[in-house]
């Protein structure tokens, strides 16, 4: 499904996406040629069934997956046509990628976990990291748990970190795939409260929710089924919505 | 430190027992190498540098009687550089003192060496070790100090002293001293002594010079050499008189035990580079490990910004660490080792050490062992790991990173029904990682292989010895003069204990060769062509037959010395002062006992004038028991005495046998030795494998509590799993180790030059398979038994 588009601002731009998985006898197609574009400052949710595709799309956007066909452009860099080690800088300046399973590295602690991206990408002065790092903390609340490790945190402040290591080398883009399928409904509710309020301050958001509530409140819907988007909803934006 | 570094330093030290593991592995290497290499490297180094300080003669001439005139216009001689005369001659000795008239059995014998003054002696020098009077004096006796691997004599002892004409004195021991050209004592069942010439007239000897040594000048070929001992035989020796009974020109440079050396030296060398190979692939198998387990980490950092290079360069950096602190565990400690091997190995080569530094290449050996081969071990692996792409490694869970099911192993262990679940889930586990079974099972199969070949060397130098038995006496005694062979065999008959006797004649003779030159001395025994006494192994020809007069038959030793000798050539030896011609007949198994001849006895006391008198004495007992058949020898020895028939020397068969494998011996306890360590290095290998694969595989020891699997039967699968590998392993390592260890003779062999019979070691394929089974079991125990602690949480959880 083609989606509307005022391309002079738009950040995504994917153009006849196809993935096909080589998975023994027969391939599997999981994605059929999807066309797509984010608006700068969007915030886009990717809806689905586990199995329809939005996985891999949300893979295409941030690099970590190849398209077999079609062309993905991020930010103006043609993402498809990049090598690993490209797409790994890339990526570390350009996309903040949020996992379901948090995937926090267990021997560093939160804040060094926060600094890491920036370390591999060279980005701010050394000097600086753990200032920034313990900014971005406060700003998901995670300040005082800043020297304990990922293990001794529950799922919902391992997500905030999560989310602050995301942020790390402030990217415009903000990629997050099932960030609250793993909370319970409290906990995501606040960790969408942070993402709402990250888009206030004119980040791209693209997240990836099977949750029909969540769904119902980003900004964009779009309904992917069996390797296409089927389907599209926008909302009114949240200052509409609360009469501003 | 950045995050990044701070991960490599918490990965190292949070993960205290694989960091134990991995280090250990590699540390096992570096040991291994350490010691075999490091032991090689000291033992050449040592033995070369004691050996070029003592100065060994070119030629020595065993001459009747010479004076210092002789030795001085040899030294006039061009081309020799130095020349020395000295009187050698034997003894037998006993510890105390044994006055005159008392008879003592347990007589030993001193080559005794009468030197002007052994302080300042310029060849052959040998070197103060204990004691005080430097040179001995009148009455006084230097031992050499192999003598205590015989029995303990120190400076202040005294010994009894006896002459083959019957001259008996009393010696003060006033030290001991190493003497590198010396036969040590344990291996020809007699220490060498060393007097004045003052000494000789208390033994009533002549003071005359026995032995000539000489030194040539630069350093000559073989050929040159013999060229010049030719000369100063016929020029200087025998044109002033002097007989010259053997003239001795041994390889320039070559020690006597050269060949035993370059036998060790060889080994140790094979078994260094399989060392070193064995722990490339233990290497190899660790960091493998390490990477499957980091691969979603890997994941993250490449999703978070991490490029594949800096990723890369995390783990070599890691890599780099394990293999320092394996450095500075497995270089000390093999160092260690290497000090206690080389100690025990000059001991026994009877050579001394004045350092025990290991060579400087050993040293970067085993840094380039514990930190390039790792490296050079993990490029492949780290690159695969953090090439990987982004989604693959996220993707990864402790299960994964393999499928099973698709190959042709997968779909016949799928096959297989009615093993207990357990089993089949093993069975399956076992074949699940390829990648890794193949590294482990080529770690496993090499040592295991090595393991069997050492075995077999073992086995087929002992064969070997058994070969070399080729009499069939129980107690044998040699006369210093030559003594009636009616009057001994009735002495010796009597004796209670006493079944058979035998004596035979026997004289040193030279052969001489189509050139006019002349070999170095040869037995010629005189047997009873029928006598079972004596049972030759023939390698060509015959043996002996009762109607044969000049034929003789000759050992592998002469044949090899003297190519030009075959069955059905003759042979023109010069015996007892005379040219005798004989028709080669037959070959024989040289058996360890130097070049030897035999010859029918009666033909042989025929040549002698037929005086009826022989040099040897055997005599069988009705048992094979050491210690009787050392009573009974004793019993005869003393009879012979009691009837004036003076014994120079007295061996029982087992004696015998015991020196001859001394010999080897010194092969066989370097192998046993190897075995031990190589066999730890499997141990540590197998256990390091086993342990990384079940840590490996603590997820799924979690998704199995989880769904109810007890501890017993945790303990089942991995157990199961390691046996199974191990099993794959020592079998795989029995058929390499049939042609390894044919090879390994092969070159034993040829290092030197002494042919060794083939046996293979079936007891060793049956005592690894125990072994190894043992191992498995223990190897995949303890880790089960660890992963069987965690929660299942945590299991779950672990990363």
Not at chain 2, 165 to 175: C, D, E, I, M, P
Not at chain 2, 229 to 258: C, K, N, Q, W, Y
Not at chain 2, 336 to 347: E, H, I, L, P, S
Not at chain 2, 441 to 449: D, Y
Request: glycine share 8%; hydrophobic share 45%; charged share 20%.
């Amino acid at each position: 499904m083609s989606t509307p588009a005022d391309m002079s601002d738009a950040v995504i731009d994917l153009r006849g996406v196809v993935k096909v998985y080589d998975t023994g006898e027969v391939p599997f197609t999981a994605l059929k040629g999807v066309d797509l574009t984010v608006r700068s400052g969007e915030f886009v949710g990717l809806v689905g069934k586990s199995g329809s595709g939005k996985t891999t799309l949300i893979n295409m956007i941030t690099g970590i997956d190849h398209p077999t066909e079609g062309e993905v452009n991020v930010g103006g860099t043609p993402v498809h046509a990049l090598n690993e080690n490209q797409l790994a800088m890339w990526r570390g300046r350009t996309i903040g990628v949020v996992f379901q399973f948090f995937q926090l590295l267990p021997t560093l602690t939160v804040i060094e976990n926060v600094m890491l991206p920036m370390d591999f990408c060279n980005m701010y002065a050394s000097a600086e990291r753990p200032e920034r790092a313990m900014h971005l903390l406060e700003q998901v609340e995670m300040a005082d748990q800043a020297f304990k490790l990922p293990s001794a945190l529950s799922g919902g402040q391992q997500q905030r970190v999560a989310i602050a290591r995301a942020l790390a080398n402030d990217p415009p883009i903000l990629a997050a795939d099932e960030p609250t399928g793993n909370l319970d409904s409290k906990t995501a509710d606040a960790v969408f409260r942070l993402f709402e309020e990250l888009v206030d301050a004119h980040k791209t958001i693209v997240m990836v929710t099977h949750d029909s509530d969540i769904a119902a409140r980003v900004r964009r819907a779009l309904v992917v089924s069996d390797g296409e988007i089927v389907e599209e909803t926008v909302h009114r934006p949240r200052t509409e919505r609360r009469g501003i | 430190m950045s995050p990044r570094w701070r991960k490599v330093w918490r990965d190292l030290t949070g993960h205290r027992f694989r960091t134990l593991l991995v280090v250990l592995s590699i540390a096992v290497g570096i040991f291994a190498i350490t010691v075999v290499m490091g032991g090689r490297g000291i033992l050449l180094r040592e033995f070369e540098a004691v050996y070029a300080e003592s100065m060994a003669p070119t030629i020595t001439f065993d001459v009747d009687a010479a004076d210092s005139s002789v030795v001085r216009a040899v030294e006039r001689v061009e081309g020799v550089r130095m020349a020395e005369g000295r009187r050698t001659f034997p003894v037998r000795f006993t510890g105390g003192e044994q006055p005159r008239g008392v008879l003592s059995a347990g007589w030993d014998t001193l080559q005794v060496h009468a030197v002007a003054n052994i302080a300042t002696a310029r060849i052959e020098r040998t070197t103060l070790e204990a004691g005080r009077s430097w040179p001995p004096g009148a009455g006084e006796v230097l031992l050499e100090r192999s003598v205590n691997m015989m029995s303990e004599y120190e400076p202040g002892d005294v010994i009894t002293v006896e002459t083959a004409s019957g001259t008996r004195a009393t010696l003060n021991v006033v030290g001991l001293v190493h003497d590198i050209n010396a036969f040590p004592a344990h291996f020809v069942a007699g220490p060498t002594g060393y007097v004045s010439m003052e000494t000789l007239r208390m033994l009533d000897e002549p003071d005359y010079f026995s032995t000539i040594l000489a030194v040539a000048e630069g350093e000559p070929t073989q050929a040159e050499a013999s060229r010049l001992a030719m000369s100063i035989r016929d020029d200087v020796l025998i044109s002033r008189g002097v007989r010259v009974m053997r003239t001795s020109v041994p390889e320039p440079g070559s020690h006597f035990l050269g060949d035993i050396f370059r036998g060790v030296s060889l080994l140790l060398l094979a078994l260094g580079v399989l060392s070193l190979f064995l722990s490339g692939f233990l290497v190899v198998t660790t960091v493998q490990a390490i990477m499957s387990q980091q691969v979603s980490q890997v994941g993250i950092m490449k999703a978070i910004g991490g490029r594949a290079d800096q990723v890369t360069w995390m783990y070599l950096v890691m890599v780099t660490v394990y293999g320092l602190f394996a450095v500075v565990v497995g270089m000390p400690a093999g160092a260690a080792a290497g000090r206690w091997f080389t100690g025990f190995a000059a001991d026994l080569l009877n050579f001394r050490v004045t350092s025990y530094a290991p060579p400087a290449y050993v040293v970067a050996l085993g840094v380039a062992v514990g930190i390039a081969v790792p490296l050079l071990a993990a490029i492949v692996p780290v690159r695969a790991g953090t090439r990987i792409s982004v989604v693959k490694a996220l993707n990864a869970t402790g299960m994964s990173g393999t499928s099973f099911g698709h190959g042709l192993i997968d779909r016949a262990l799928g096959l297989l029904r009615g093993l207990p679940r357990p089993v089949a889930l093993s069975l399956r586990n076992t074949f699940l990682r390829k990648g890794r079974l193949a590294l482990t099972l080529i770690t496993l199969t090499l040592a295991s292989a090595v393991v069997m070949s050492v075995m077999s060397v073992r086995t087929s130098i002992l064969a070997t010895v058994d070969e070399v038995d080729m009499w069939r006496f129980d107690a044998q005694f040699y006369f210093a003069l030559p003594q009636s062979a009616e009057a001994v065999d009735r002495i010796a008959s009597r004796v209670e204990g006493v079944v058979a006797v035998s004596s035979m004649p026997e004289y040193r003779a030279v052969l001489s060769r189509a050139d006019g030159s002349e070999s170095d001395g040869i037995d010629i025994i005189g047997v009873v062509p029928e006598s079972d006494f004596v049972a030759p192994r023939v390698t060509a020809g015959r043996w002996l037959e009762p109607t044969d007069a000049s034929a003789i038959v000759l050992n592998s030793d002469v044949v090899k010395s003297e190519p030009e000798l075959a069955v059905g050539t003759n042979a023109t030896f010069n015996l007892l002062g005379e040219e005798r011609d004989f028709e080669v007949v037959g070959v024989v198994t040289a058996g360890l006992m130097g070049p030897v001849a035999f010859t029918p006895s009666g033909y042989l006391d025929s040549l002698a004038g037929g005086t009826g008198a022989v040099t040897r004495l055997q005599v069988r007992t009705p048992t094979s028991e050491p210690t009787e058949q050392m009573r009974v020898a004793r019993l005869v020895e003393q009879r012979l005495e009691e009837r004036s028939v003076p014994v120079a020397f007295t061996q029982t068969q087992s004696e015998q046998r015991d020196q001859v494998a001394s010999q080897l011996g010194i092969l066989v306890t370097f192998l046993a030795i190897m075995g031990v360590i190589l066999s730890v290095v499997g141990v540590i290998g197998l256990t390091g494998t086993m342990t990384i694969n079940v840590l490996e595989s603590t997820r799924e020891i979690g998704v199995m509590r989880a769904i109810g699997a007890s501890h017993g039967s945790i303990y089942q699968i991995f157990v199961t799993e390691g046996v199974v590998i191990a099993l794959i392993a020592w079998a795989l390592g029995a058929l390499i180790s049939y042609p390894m260890s044919f090879l390994l003779l092969d070159m034993l062999e040829t290092a030197m030059g002494l042919p060794l019979t083939f046996e293979y070691s079936w007891a060793g394929v049956g005592i690894w398979l125990v072994a190894v089974v043992v191992i498995a079991v223990g190897a995949s125990l303890l880790p089960a038994f660890r992963a069987a602690q965690v929660s299942v949480r945590d299991a779950i959880a672990y990363e």
